[in-house]
């Protein structure tokens, strides 16, 4: 092992020393730096100091009474690439909380937490996220390249700094009593980027990309400002945000950055406010935040690139939609969260839509939009192989699009998947304009069968199809047949079985 220190001053006389561990990296793999669990201070952005206290969900609880809960302190991890001149940073995925519900009660209950507060989870570990991340892999753009990986535990999308109080609704942590959950997303990454500063070549650094997945590519958009000003004017930086378009609910915008007192993860009073959109807190609305955000960044540094990929039907960004609904709405029980409605569906993807194409308005930020209801792109934990495989935008794959990304590429352009994309479009304004007559009426199945009165391409089409609201296709020619005053219009629900 061996150590690294670095000194900073606050005011004339007074300064703060601490440390950082690491292993030497004599085989190529992954150092894991272990970023100690105190309190610190650290030089800001605005030349000021600022306080901070890294660690993870539940780091601070002894292991007596940590009752299973993960309460290991933060760390991250760090290799040095063949190109010494290109750095990628990563911030990773993991979900988020913000209530008793979400922070305590979906540890266990429910599928799956919504948030991952352990750091050891194999999905903190670069070596099991894969991906962009994968150094052997040869259609990878970044894989000789520097690289920064950003673990993930405290469910604030890497922008807390706040240890806040919740109660499991259920009673199924820590009997019902109050327990602290360390939103310290932001101090962890103010931690790394001051290692950044220290230890590594910035001055001598040509090409930086800063991307994040899901709870990442908030982390990754709302600290770009932070690590962009760490390099020189020369050095290409540039934003790759993957699987986050920012669809929220009214009252977690509220919630989260419109609250005097910072929010509940204090995300408020980390924000770059001197960058344009960044510093509107207080006054945040849900249908805009994202697309302000991202456009006041694209504003400030004209000469970063910023790019964007979704799929279509992302069904984790649909699911925390549904969350947030559901929770706003009073549950209390990750149970209920999965039973996700048609309008929300359609909701997610409208907005999504919307966000890209304002967003995209700007020149240097562009999207891809991908087909499926997958998530997360650049890593392998939701899909294997995703990042090297995605190729269902007008058929270019996301390797060759990220290279063009981050290579300034005059090539580079907005791409999804348009013919699926607008013969579906068509197809429903069709229907609607020719249902405007008293006397025509529509039956739109789900899926992606053909001709549904025959058997040549499906057998029992005709006689199994009950997709359009539980009604028999049967039973939907009988009544058109009867001239049934009960005869109306049936569509499918959600997706509608989409491809893509």
């Not at 058929?395 to 005059?410: C, I, S």
Request: proline share 5%; with cysteine; aromatic share 12%.
């Amino acid at each position: 092992m061996h150590t690294a220190r670095a000194t900073f001053f606050c005011g004339i006389v007074l300064f703060l020393v601490f440390t950082f561990t690491y292993a030497h990296d004599h085989s190529g793999e992954w150092q894991k730096i272990e970023v100690p669990s105190t309190a610190m201070t650290v030089a800001d952005e605005n030349g000021g100091y600022r306080d901070i206290k890294p660690g993870c969900a539940f780091s601070y609880l002894p292991d007596e009474v940590a009752a299973g809960l993960p309460n290991q302190p933060f760390h991250f991890y760090y290799h040095e690439g063949k190109q010494k001149d290109k750095t990628l940073i990563y911030f990773n995925s993991g979900g988020a909380c913000w209530n008793g519900a979400t922070c305590l009660a979906s540890l266990v209950a429910g599928d799956r937490p919504v948030y991952n507060p352990a750091i050891d989870h194999p999905e903190n570990i670069p070596g099991e996220v894969g991906g962009i991340l994968k150094r052997k892999q040869k259609d990878n753009p970044v894989r000789d390249w520097n690289m920064v990986f950003i673990p993930y535990c405290t469910g604030d999308a890497h922008i807390g700094s706040k240890d806040a109080v919740y109660i499991d609704p259920l009673g199924l942590i820590n009997g019902g009593n109050p327990l602290i959950v360390q939103h310290r997303g932001f101090d962890n990454f103010m931690a790394v980027r001051e290692w950044i500063k220290h230890n590594t070549r910035r001055k001598k650094i040509k090409h930086v990309l800063i991307a994040g997945s899901s709870a990442g590519a908030y982390g990754a958009l709302l600290n770009f400002a932070r690590l962009r000003n760490l390099y020189s004017e020369k050095t290409q930086v540039t934003l790759l945000v993957d699987a986050g378009v920012g669809v929220f609910t009214q009252p977690f915008v509220d919630l989260v950055f419109n609250q005097a007192d910072g929010g509940a993860w204090d995300a408020s009073n980390n924000l770059a406010t001197w960058v344009p959109g960044l510093d509107q807190a207080g006054s945040y609305d849900s249908m805009t935040l994202y697309p302000q955000i991202m456009t006041g960044l694209a504003g400030f540094f004209p000469k970063s690139r910023i790019g964007q990929y979704t799929a279509a039907w992302d069904g984790v960004q649909l699911l925390f939609l549904n969350v947030m609904q559901q929770t706003n709405a009073g549950s209390v029980n990750p149970l209920e969260w999965n039973n996700i409605l048609p309008q929300t569906w359609l909701e997610w993807h409208a907005r999504m839509r919307h966000t890209l194409g304002v967003t995209a308005r700007k020149k240097n930020v562009g999207f891809y939009l991908g087909a499926g209801m997958d998530h997360a792109a650049l890593i392998d934990v939701f899909r294997p192989n995703y990042f090297y495989e995605e190729r269902s935008a007008q058929n270019p794959y996301l390797t060759d699009w990220v290279k063009r990304l981050f290579d300034d590429d005059k090539k580079w352009s907005n791409i999804l998947p348009q013919t699926w994309l607008e013969w579906h479009a068509r197809m429903r304004h069709t229907l609607g304009v020719t249902a405007r007559e008293k006397n025509v009426g529509f039956y739109l199945g789900t899926d992606t069968d053909h001709a549904a009165l025959i058997d040549v391409f499906r057998p029992n089409h005709f006689y199994e199809e009950r997709s359009a609201q539980g009604v028999y296709l049967t039973d939907w020619v009988k009544r058109l047949l009867d001239d049934d005053k009960k005869l109306r219009s049936l569509s499918c629900s959600g997706n509608c079985g989409a491809p893509f």
